[in-house]
Protein backbone atom coordinates (compact mmCIF):
# COMPACT_ATOMS: atom_id res chain seq x y z
CA UNK A 1 0.00 0.00 0.00
CA UNK A 2 1.20 3.38 -0.93
CA UNK A 3 1.91 5.65 2.56
CA UNK A 4 0.29 8.59 0.75
CA UNK A 5 -2.87 7.05 0.19
CA UNK A 6 -3.96 6.29 3.84
CA UNK A 7 -5.82 9.07 6.07
CA UNK A 8 -4.53 9.59 9.73
CA UNK A 9 -6.70 10.06 12.05
CA UNK A 10 -4.89 12.21 14.68
CA UNK A 11 -7.15 11.79 18.49
CA UNK A 12 -9.16 15.75 18.84
CA UNK A 13 -7.42 16.12 22.15
CA UNK A 14 -4.34 16.96 20.34
CA UNK A 15 -5.46 18.63 17.03
CA UNK A 16 -7.11 21.06 19.84
CA UNK A 17 -4.01 21.40 21.18
CA UNK A 18 -3.03 25.13 21.02
CA UNK A 19 0.60 25.97 19.40
CA UNK A 20 2.47 29.03 19.81
CA UNK A 21 4.77 30.69 17.39
CA UNK A 22 5.84 33.12 14.48
CA UNK A 23 3.56 33.43 11.34
CA UNK A 24 0.79 30.69 12.23
CA UNK A 25 -2.55 30.76 10.78
CA UNK A 26 -4.51 30.05 14.20
CA UNK A 27 -3.99 28.99 17.83
CA UNK A 28 -4.22 25.08 17.63
CA UNK A 29 -3.10 22.50 15.71
CA UNK A 30 -5.56 21.66 13.62
CA UNK A 31 -5.71 25.54 12.24
CA UNK A 32 -2.25 24.71 11.17
CA UNK A 33 -2.93 21.42 9.16
CA UNK A 34 -6.32 22.76 6.90
CA UNK A 35 -7.89 20.72 4.80
CA UNK A 36 -4.34 19.78 2.34
CA UNK A 37 -2.61 16.34 3.00
CA UNK A 38 0.24 17.20 5.18
CA UNK A 39 3.01 15.76 7.06
CA UNK A 40 3.58 16.35 10.70
CA UNK A 41 7.27 15.87 12.25
CA UNK A 42 7.81 15.72 15.64
CA UNK A 43 10.75 16.34 16.98
CA UNK A 44 12.49 15.76 20.56
CA UNK A 45 14.84 18.14 22.05
CA UNK A 46 17.33 16.26 24.89
CA UNK A 47 19.15 19.38 25.50
Request: aromatic letters at 2%; proline letters at 6%.
Amino acid sequence: MNPMEHDAILPDDLLDHRVVGLNLRGSTLRDQLGTDPTLILFLRHLG
